[in-house]
């Protein structure tokens, strides 16, 4: 049972465009969110995070939106770079029952930002 | 040297070896995490130590054996694997257990190939 999806596997848009990446989740327990960006032969990094009290969040090109009604997420990336080209993966978290402590994550997006 | 750091980063070894991932961290973090990333999946997460106790073993076979000496240090030692086990074994570590709200700090991972 997949409790966080990504269901692209990938999207690709043009530099200075605004990119969109979704995540859904089914576990109504989750209450923080978090974005992660993974380069090749890298480790993921913290990207962005937003508690379920928010709607959303901002960091400088990057704003993560949560619908909770819809138990879903996004992270928008405007405008868009080629050194946003990465895997972008989802996680979310409890503060309690049997997914306290540990981070879900979805499969992945891979972006890929053209010139 | 700063951050989490993974050895080896690549690694072959037959099904009939005994091989163990090594992971350090510099970060004065109290809680360390494995996870396993394979091809097109999710991020798994396998095993949860903090303070040097595990916390959280997630159905993971045998076959695969965490040892956490100290709070800066974790291991994955590996015996008779199966070639399904190929993949990217991710450690990660956070402030505490359950201090998921800070997100992880995660190496660049160890490739590993079982033929």
């Known amino acids: 049972d997949q409790q966080v999806k990504q269901n692209s596997p990938s999207l690709s848009v043009q530099e200075g465009r605004i990119s969109i990446l979704n995540c859904d989740y089914t576990?109504?327990?989750?209450?923080?969110f978090l974005w992660y960006k993974k380069y090749p032969a890298e480790g993921p990094t913290f990207l962005i995070s937003?508690?379920?009290?928010?709607d959303k969040n901002e960091d400088g090109r990057f704003t993560v939106f949560l619908n909770k009604s819809a138990k879903h997420l996004s992270l928008h990336i405007v405008p868009s770079q080629p050194g946003d080209s990465a895997v972008y993966f989802c996680a979310a978290s409890a503060g309690g029952g049997t997914s306290y402590g540990k981070l879900t994550f979805g499969q992945g997006t891979i972006l890929t930002v053209h010139p | 040297e700063t951050g989490v750091t993974q050895t080896p980063r690549h690694l072959v070894m037959g099904m009939t070896n005994k091989k163990s991932l090594k992971c350090e961290q510099h970060?004065?973090?109290?809680?360390m995490y494995w996870y396993k990333q394979s091809a097109k999946k999710p991020l798994e997460l396998m095993f949860v130590y903090s303070l040097e106790e595990r916390v959280e073993n997630n159905s993971v076979p045998s076959r695969f054996s965490p040892e956490c000496p100290n709070s800066s240090h974790l291991f994955l030692h590996l015996h008779t694997l199966q070639p399904e086990d190929s993949a990217l074994y991710l450690c990660?570590?956070?402030?505490?257990?359950?201090?998921?709200?800070?997100?992880?700090?995660f190496g660049s991972g160890t490739r590993l190939t079982v033929v």
């Open positions: 576990n109504s327990m989750f209450d923080y």
């Open positions: 990660a570590s956070s402030q505490d257990w359950g201090a998921q709200y800070y997100g992880y700090t």
């Open positions: 937003i508690s379920s009290i928010k």
């Open positions: 970060l004065g973090h109290n809680a």
